[in-house]
Each structure stands twice: as C-alpha cells, then as structure tokens.
C-alpha cells in the first residue's frame, strides 16, 4: 500500500511541475463597437482583439456608406489621445471582416476604439468608447 501512496504522490509532484513550467494564460479579449448614425443601426463598426495569437478582427456592421476602422494603442500607451495603428475594413457591410495578426508579449496592454469613415480620404469619427484588453 505504501508503494501506491509514494507513486500517487511522484505523479502529482510530476504534473505540478509540468504545470509551473507551461505558459500562463493571462491573455484578455476585447470587443469595441463604433457610434451609428443611421436609424436601423446598433453599431457602424466592431472590432475584436483575441488575446490567443493577438489577433484583431474589424467588422462593418452597418450599411451607410463608411468603412469601419478601429484605433489600436498598444503598451506602452500613446498620452494625448495618440495610438499606435489604425486598421481599416473597406469590404462594406456584406463584406468579409479583416483580420491582422500581431505577436506581442504575454501581459501586454492592448486598447482599442472603433469608428467609421471614408477609406479613400482618412477623415474618420463616429467613435465608440476605447476598451482594453492584454495579451
């Protein structure tokens, strides 16, 4: 019986050292959504940062005629309003979504800030509230 115990207890001592040594999962997903100013409309535009191979996905979730796009502001943060990338989905409402990958470091902070414009010319506005996430 004591043979049992002592091959129980190496088996746990073996997992929780397997468990110490595997990446944490400390990742935080985030959806935005952009201000609509068409009637009908919830949103003009979604965007979502997957913290499982930091990926962002912009949807245009409105038929109005603007693209969506999504500000991202990455750790360490942008002060005055400022942020990192911005990344436009031209494919309109009945489109595909785009979808970019990135590779940041676990624990990074990454917000976001969804909103709607014209692709061709950059003036953008609509702007939902910014919301952040970690990677």
């Not at 110490?20 to 003009?44: I, M, R």
Request: hydrophobic share 40%; glycine share 16%.
């Amino acid at each position: 019986m004591r043979k049992f115990q002592l091959a129980g207890a190496l088996v746990g001592a073996v997992a929780l050292v397997g468990l110490a040594n595997s990446p944490a999962l400390a990742g935080t997903d985030v959806t935005v959504y952009g201000a609509s100013l068409k009637t009908g409309c919830s949103y003009s535009s979604a965007a979502h940062f997957s913290s499982y191979g930091e990926v962002f996905t912009v949807y245009d979730k409105c038929a109005e005629g603007m693209s969506a796009v999504v500000k991202v502001d990455v750790a360490p943060y942008q002060s005055g309003g400022g942020y990192d990338f911005a990344i436009w989905n031209p494919n309109g409402a009945d489109g595909s979504p785009v979808t970019v990958n990135k590779s940041y470091a676990e624990g990074t902070g990454v917000c976001m800030q969804a909103g709607s414009g014209e692709y061709r010319s950059g003036e953008w506005g609509g702007w939902g509230y910014w919301s952040c996430g970690a990677a």
